[in-house]
């Protein structure tokens, strides 16, 4: 994940609690910046979760089968 993008989504988030606010402008790049972050947490995420193997009691291992929802 790039620093500059967290480091520009805390600083929104702490004007956004100051009596100045975001302006309108900084609302919707606030809102882009934090799309952009979750969908970099969602897909780092699915790949953590392709690459979970069990094993069982007997050492066998299997991948981590995938269900839909």
């Given at each position: ?9 805390n600083q929104l ?57």
């Open positions: 994940m790039d620093k500059k993008l967290i480091d520009r989504i988030a702490r004007k956004s609690k100051t009596a100045e606010g975001l302006t309108d402008k900084e609302k919707e790049e606030q809102k882009v910046l934090r799309e952009k972050y979750l969908q970099n947490f969602r897909s780092n995420f699915k790949n953590t979760l392709n690459s979970v193997v069990i094993v069982d009691k007997d050492g066998n291992r299997k991948p981590l089968i995938s269900k839909e929802i």
